[in-house]
């Protein structure tokens, strides 16, 4: 049955007519064109459907459209600069060679949007913990991992400073 | 599109039981991270769900005058680990549910999900046994408190009434307070895995802090429910701390368990691994609780 949602996306406002039997994932990619958000397993193994929920970084193929009522949604389309500037986190990735085929990279992207939003430092063995619920099958973890370090490690001096 | 045939979102939990009685084929769902997925596996297909996503009064943590612990069933598994009441007081359930499936799982999955489940393999489970978790079961004749240790009774199965609503999860001050808890999973892989093994333990020692004045001990997947060794547990009283100690508790346990054999793990690899456990978590709770595990 299709029923009205008001819910934020991107910094944005956005009121539609989803169906109650709809992830979120289908929402945000079919109904609002937000393809980064992948469809990878659709069981919540691999992470590519990755997005924050209140800030909190989930799966959206396991999150039905209905529950984001009320709710701000951030993909990696919300992370643009106004001059479609990439992210301090997604320029990490670039300059690390933490893509390969990309398949992944949006997700862990958000994760990353989620663990540097904590403002906390973080070693190689708790961001590795904090990536576990990503598969990444080029198996480029070592870069992803170094891409986490650095942006952990900027955003933490920056923030330290102040 | 999940394969749903009624949806229904309760506006708190006394709508939820409202609900539930309405449709007797209806399905309870919280987090979600068990039900949707088995709505994808065609095991829960065409569906009637009631949701209690969301609603307020069935999260957070807090604690009564008296000292109890009071943990709201839709509180997500990172949401109790990261509580400040759980970290202080029972820093072993905090442990325990940080080690659910994965960090975008943990933000969605919550802990009264975890237990009406009924699975041995959930991760709160044996942790929650141990502390003698007291579950407050609200429906249409009123509130009922049903001790943890009573709750299952079978795979999957609990006393749970179709139209009841977990409500609370109360912890009393008497079953943390001076303890110290471990619990360790096993498993083959460190994230995103289903316990082959889950192991709590708990130890309250003596002044001196030479003997163990009460122990608990309790698995899941050792038995189709969770469960608690309580004859080795009233074996383990006064006994001073060191190697006998360790040998009696591994062997003792041994005797109250009963696992199978699944495609996860043999029953023979699972008793090895009841053994070892309640060695290894007994020396890690007698040392959070202060005494010396190796002496």
């Known amino acids: 049955m299709l029923r009205i949602i008001k819910m934020t996306v991107n910094n944005k406002e956005v009121e539609l007519a989803v169906d109650d039997r709809e992830s979120l994932l289908d929402t945000l990619r079919n109904r609002l064109g937000l393809t980064s958000v992948k469809k990878g397993c659709e069981v919540g193994e691999c992470g590519a459907c990755t997005v924050l929920v209140d800030g909190e970084a989930i799966d959206s193929c396991i999150y039905l459209a209905m529950w984001a009522e009320g709710r701000h949604i951030l993909t990696v389309e919300g992370l643009k600069g106004p001059n479609g500037e990439l992210s301090q986190i997604q320029q990490a990735f670039v300059e690390e060679a933490a893509v390969q085929c990309g398949f992944c990279t949006p997700g862990l992207i958000m994760t990353a949007v989620e663990i540097v939003g904590t403002g906390k430092r973080y070693n190689r063995e708790e961001l590795r913990k904090m990536i576990s619920g990503h598969l990444c099958r080029c198996t480029g973890y070592e870069n992803i991992l170094n891409a986490m370090e650095r942006i952990v490690e900027e955003v933490y001096s920056v923030t330290s400073l102040n | ?295």
């Open chain 2, 1 to 295: 599109m999940y394969n749903i045939q009624k949806f229904y979102q309760a506006a708190d939990a006394a709508d939820a039981i409202r609900a539930l009685q309405e449709d007797p084929e209806a399905i309870i769902i919280s987090g979600g991270s068990d039900v949707l997925i088995k709505i994808r596996e065609g095991k829960f297909a065409g569906c009637a769900l009631v949701s209690i996503h969301g609603i307020k009064e069935l999260e957070g943590v807090s604690m009564e005058a008296d000292g109890t612990i009071v943990i709201g069933p839709a509180t997500t598994f990172s949401h109790v680990t990261n509580h400040a009441i759980v970290q202080e007081h029972i820093p072993m359930l905090g442990n325990a549910v940080d080690q659910a499936g994965g960090p975008q799982l943990r933000n969605i999955g919550t802990i009264g999900g975890n237990v009406c489940n009924g699975a041995t393999s959930a991760d709160s489970a044996s942790s929650l046994f141990a502390l003698n978790a007291v579950l407050v079961l609200t429906g249409p004749d009123g509130i009922r408190e049903v001790p943890i240790q009573e709750f299952y009774t079978g795979p999957g199965r609990t006393v749970r009434d179709h139209a009841e609503v977990l409500t609370a999860i109360k912890i009393r001050k008497e079953d943390y307070a001076d303890f110290g808890g471990h619990y360790i999973k096993y498993g083959k892989r460190n994230a995103m895995e289903i316990a082959t093994m889950g192991c709590a333990c708990m130890a309250k020692l003596s002044a001196d802090k030479q003997q163990v004045e009460e122990m608990r001990l309790a698995y899941g997947v050792a038995a189709p429910t969770p469960i608690r060794c309580t004859a080795v547990e009233a074996k383990a009283k006064g006994m001073k701390i060191g190697k006998e100690l360790y040998e009696l508790v591994g062997a003792g346990a041994l005797e109250e368990v009963n696992p199978r054999t699944s495609w996860r793990a043999s029953r023979e690899f699972r008793l090895q691994l009841v053994e070892e456990l309640a060695k290894r978590a007994l020396k890690q709770a007698i040392a959070y609780a202060g005494g010396e595990a190796d002496a």
